[in-house]
């Protein structure tokens, strides 16, 4: 009996080749039933987000990883080139390999939660299908724990690793809880797009989307279920806002000391946190010096976010140690004996 | 075991607050440092007891005596504001604080020692002693909010995000929030401390009570601009640590 695991991501495979092996909902439970009727496999589960495919299975002894990659491309109708597109583990890699998976440290983004509960989804429906047995079961809770004290333990979740999520933690470090705050994105596109949802996501309640051109403020305003407003018309909504997005492509500064001055006493002198990731840059640094005024350029931000990262990094090496003294405490069979 | 009481006080929140220090550098939560200020609470009570049974009323006779009620009232006002702002950090910066006013209470000869317990006791003089140093307390509380709200305020500014410092500290909307409010309970016990000061048999207006009453006003405007007409969050923490330290400043004088 051993374990293997079988994979492919977004380090060794492009999208073109991830997108054939990607599977649906509906697509996995087939997969699994046809894996676990294959020759010589015990137990199974598959994993697959839109980064990675991973086959995880417990064989006879005589079965190995060239057979379960064999089957695979086949069941895929994957006749391209295989070289470095697979990666593959046995036994205590195999179970190291997924305990890093579950803690986020395979992922794109280091140290992402979203995968945990991916990992946790895909073992869920294999256990239901009947595809898990006693290796499995005990591997998959053994690497949920993992994953939780490498999340407790360390800080490889730590920081903002994004421009979006950046401008999200400064906010929330001058606001506490966004709950019920209101914000303006002037100029409507990708990153006025993703910055907006990473604050509603924390809870923005308003949001309120203004362009030069009126209609791609409509259409982002229906995408983030916002509110457009004419281009001539932001000054005056500015007395009610907490936070200030500003991505537009014009080549000069759009707010200006007095734009923020006019509604000072109107504001109550409440904090503004004024978010600018254009460039050329869209709001006059003189606005910062205003005492209430908190404004960070794409620069501060995206300093922000590689210093997040290397954290994380710096992290690895501890994440490390954790996973290899959890997985020998834990006498997984498949993976610290052959049977 | 008397002034041994305010020594185990002293190096609780000596302890409290380098233990939230050290908890802060290495960016981990300094909620275990409320607990350090319990105990100094508890230490302070009991050096404020042995003082009270000595004098039979309220132990502010002296500067000792001042320092350490002083001292308490700040301990009790963060232990109350602390846990429900969720201002851990806040002790960190109250302790110090609080290890000064006890250190000036330890100096030789700030306790009398031939005291002679009081025959009768006005309860007006009573009320208007402790409530005095009671909102003390708590606008010392505000001030130490304040110096708070210098430092994050000034990080976020400059974009010096690192350190534990900006990760352990409370948003700027909150430490506003507890600013004022914190002053306002402070400001409701001086004007009941006032108002007692006034009742007190057999005096009419002091120059403390003057001095009192100046401050309640100064106060009162602060605060009147900051809810009816606004102002930025640095002018208020302006506001209040420079009106704490002029208030104590005066009141060291007379």
């Known amino acids: 009996m051993k374990l293997i695991c079988l994979g492919l991501n977004h380090e060794t495979a492009p999208v073109g080749v991830r997108e054939i092996f990607a599977l649906s ?15 010589d496999v015990r137990e199974g589960v598959i994993l697959s987000t839109c980064n990675r495919t991973e086959y995880y299975a417990v064989v006879n002894g005589g079965s190995g990883v060239t057979e379960l990659e064999n089957w695979i491309c086949e069941q895929r109708g994957y006749d391209g080139n295989r070289e470095g597109v697979f990666y593959h583990f046995e036994a205590r890699e195999a179970a190291e390999h997924l305990c890093r ?79 019920g705050s209101s914000v303006m994105v002037i100029g409507a596109g990708e990153m006025s797009r993703k910055t907006a949802r990473a604050l509603q996501s924390r809870g923005a309640s308003s949001v309120l989307v203004t362009n030069r ?42 707010v200006k000391p007095g734009h923020v ?28 010096e205003i005492e209430e005024v908190y404004l960070y350029d794409i620069d501060t931000l995206q300093e922000m976010a590689d210093q997040a990262r290397k954290r994380r990094e710096e992290q690895l090496r501890v994440c490390e140690t954790i996973i290899r003294e959890e997985v020998d405490k834990a006498h997984l069979p498949g993976v610290t004996e052959e049977s | 075991m008397g002034i041994g009481w305010l020594v185990i006080a002293t190096l609780l929140a000596l302890a409290g607050g380098g233990w939230g220090f050290l908890a802060m550098r290495g960016e981990r939560s300094g909620r275990a440092g409320v607990w350090w200020m319990v105990g100094v609470f508890g230490a302070q009570l009991m050096a404020l007891g042995w003082r009270g049974e000595m004098r039979g009323q309220c132990p502010l006779g002296d500067l000792g005596e001042v320092c350490l ?27 110090p604080l609080v290890v000064v006013l006890q250190a000036v209470a330890l100096v030789p000869g700030a ?52 350190g534990g410092l900006v990760h352990g500290m409370p ?73 704490f330290g002029l208030s104590l400043m005066v009141f060291a004088k007379l």
């Open chain 1, 25 to 39: 909902e509906a697509g996995l439970d087939r997969e699994t039933e046809s894996l676990l009727a294959a020759a």
């Open chain 1, 101 to 179: 998976v579950a803690s986020g440290m395979n992922s794109m983004v280091l140290g992402e939660t979203e995968i945990f509960g991916q990992v946790k989804q895909a073992y869920k429906r294999s256990l239901e299908g009947g595809a898990t047995k006693t290796v499995l079961n005990k591997l998959f809770q053994r690497a949920f724990g993992v994953g939780k004290k490498v999340r407790t333990q360390t800080r490889i979740q730590e920081g903002a690793t994004s421009v979006a999520g950046a401008s999200v933690e400064l906010a929330e470090k001058v606001f506490g809880q966004l709950k």
């Open chain 1, 213 to 254: 051109s009126f209609d791609k403020a409509v259409d982002l305003a229906e995408e983030i279920d916002g509110r457009a407003i004419p281009f001539d018309g932001w000054e005056e909504e500015l007395a009610h806002l907490d936070v200030v997005i500003a991505a537009t492509g014009a080549p000069h500064f759009v």
């Open chain 1, 261 to 288: 001055e006019a509604v000072r006493r109107k504001r109550k002198y409440r904090p503004l946190i004024m978010i600018d990731i254009a460039v050329p840059r869209d709001i006059d640094p003189r606005v910062g």
């Open chain 2, 69 to 95: 009620f002083l001292a308490w009232s700040l301990t009790l006002f963060y232990l109350v504001t602390g846990t429900a702002y969720r201002l851990s950090l806040l002790g960190v910066f109250t302790a």
């Open chain 2, 111 to 162: 306790f009398e020692t031939e005291v002679v317990a009081a025959a009768s006791v006005d309860p007006w003089r009573e009320v208007h002693t402790s409530f005095s140093v009671l909102s003390y307390g708590a606008l010392a509380l505000a001030a130490v909010a304040g110096v708070m709200f210098f430092v994050l305020n000034y990080r976020l500014k400059s974009h010096k995000f690192g």
């Open chain 2, 171 to 243: 948003s700027i909307r909150r430490l506003v929030e507890a600013m004022a409010r914190i002053a306002v309970v402070g400001w409701v016990i001086l004007t009941a401390g006032i108002v007692a000061g006034l009742l007190m048999s057999g005096r009419n207006m002091n120059l403390h009570l003057l001095v009192a009453t100046v401050t309640w006003v100064l106060y009162a405007v602060l605060l009147g601009i900051y809810f009816v007409r606004g102002m930025p969050g640095r002018s208020l923490a302006i506001g209040l640590t420079a009106l």
